[in-house]
């Protein structure tokens, strides 16, 4: 556990070439912290900022599928640290809501050669104590909330990331064992707006359509006015 961090992802590929197997890497507090697309992510004090380092040997559509692992042990994570389930939904392609608030977010880098992936950095962003201002967010995206907040329980990130590690472990288990198959079923149980209209962005890009699932390679499926659509990576928008 450190203290203070740019980024536990920037330690993680800062550490990658010396470390001799998976590790995990908590802060108690990020000064530079990264969400996707380089957005800031605020880590106030009390917060969860961790990640993971794995050393996949998948090829890379393969490794990409361990966000919906990440996602799941998050909401397990949270199911255990306040013995309920009740308002926990996963949001495609990387957030975890609590009461239909943005309460975790998860970044996956991976780190080595531009046709494989040496090393893949999982970072997590849990909103455990104190969720940041509505201004500090993009206009139309989820409202951040806290765990504290939505339901009056405490947990330090030392006990988060008890919790978290564990819950990992028998997911990628399950998900080296079996495959994506039992995951992406798992993840369809807990997704938000499931069968609704939603909105997909990509850059300039809008596509509108009813979330119908997410397929075999981790894409978000719509059904939209002009078709079927699979889009592998896209902000979502309720």
């Known amino acids: 556990m450190l203290a203070e961090v740019d ?13 001799p197997g998976p590790e995990w890497i908590c802060a108690l507090r990020q000064t530079a912290g990264r969400g996707r697309r380089g957005r800031a992510w605020a880590n106030p004090q009390g917060n969860f900022s961790a990640t993971l380092l794995l050393m996949p040997r998948e090829a890379p ?7 919906f692992v990440s996602a799941l042990a998050l909401y397990d994570a949270f199911a255990l640290a306040t013995g309920r389930i009740e308002g926990l939904a996963l949001k495609w392609p990387n957030d975890v809501l609590l009461n239909g608030g943005k309460v975790a ?50 947990v330090a990130p030392e006990a988060f990331l008890d919790l978290l590690a564990g819950a990992y472990a028998e997911h990628e288990a399950r998900f ?25 962005r990509t850059g300039t890009t809008e596509t509108v359509g009813r979330f119908e699932t997410v397929d075999e390679a981790g894409n978000l499926i719509l059904a939209t006015r002009a078709g079927r659509q699979a889009i592998a990576a896209a902000d979502v928008f309720f």
């Open 105 to 154: 977010g998860i970044l996956l880098e991976s780190l080595g050669p531009r046709r494989g992936v040496a090393h893949l950095a999982i970072g997590f962003g849990v909103n455990l104590a104190v969720a940041p201002g509505a201004g500090e967010v993009e206009p139309g995206a989820v409202p951040p909330v806290s765990l504290l907040s939505e339901t009056g329980v405490s």
């Open 176 to 200: 080296v064992t079996y495959g994506f198959a039992p995951l992406r079923e798992a993840w369809l149980a807990r997704a938000a707006r499931l069968g609704e209209v939603i909105t997909a």
């Open 7 to 19: 980024s536990t992802n920037a330690e993680a590929a800062r550490l990658a070439g010396s470390l």
């Open 61 to 67: 559509q393969v490794v990409a599928l361990r966000s």
